[in-house]
């Protein structure tokens, strides 16, 4: 179970595992809206935890927004991509070896931030996981990183099963909408 009791999915649990022993300095989760992105990084954060230490999660988002709600539920440090960005150029803010680095909404981030935050990840000995849905919003800036990642490997993650909504018909609509399909 994680933090909060709940128990993890197949898909979630086999996400996890995959992210966690990959070895690779980045990966990429992918999961509509509902799929439980936020309890599998609950659990995750929980395991990277308990082998590298605690605070050895952060997190970051292209939005303020986005990275207050990150924070707020995994209850982790948390900045927006910009800022942490700056704060390391001018003031030094750094990664730490063996640190896991947690970028939420990561379609809406641009492809020269991602690049500029794993290649320092790298550098590190640090490692990034992109999470969000190539079927949402994509960077404003020059972007597209995160569903090139996506289509480019044969193993990215994929959370496929629906949790967070009451009723079939909301699980089936937001599903949907992902794909498109604005007759729903």
Do not use: C, M
């Amino acid at each position: 179970p994680d933090p909060q009791g709940r128990r993890l999915g197949s898909d979630q649990a086999d996400a996890l595992v995959r992210v966690a022993v990959s070895g690779r300095v980045l990966d990429v989760l992918v999961g509509p809206a509902g799929a439980g992105k936020t309890t599998a990084l609950g659990a995750l954060r929980q395991a990277w935890e308990n082998q590298h230490g605690t605070g050895s999660v952060i997190g970051l988002a292209p939005s303020a927004v986005a990275a207050q709600v990150l924070a707020e539920d995994l209850g982790i440090a948390t900045e927006n991509t910009a800022k942490w960005w700056d704060n390391h150029t001018r003031h030094g803010e750094s990664f730490q070896k063996g640190q896991l680095v947690i970028i939420d909404e990561a379609s809406l981030a641009g492809t020269l931030t991602l690049d500029r935050i794993t290649a320092h990840a790298a550098e590190v000995g640090a490692k990034v996981l992109l999470v969000g849905d190539y079927g949402q919003l994509q960077s404003v800036d020059a972007g597209g990183a995160f569903s090139l990642l996506v289509n480019d490997r044969d193993d990215t993650p994929e959370l496929v099963d629906v949790h967070r909504f009451t009723h079939q018909w909301e699980k089936t609509a937001s599903l949907a909408l992902r794909h498109g399909r604005i007759e729903v």
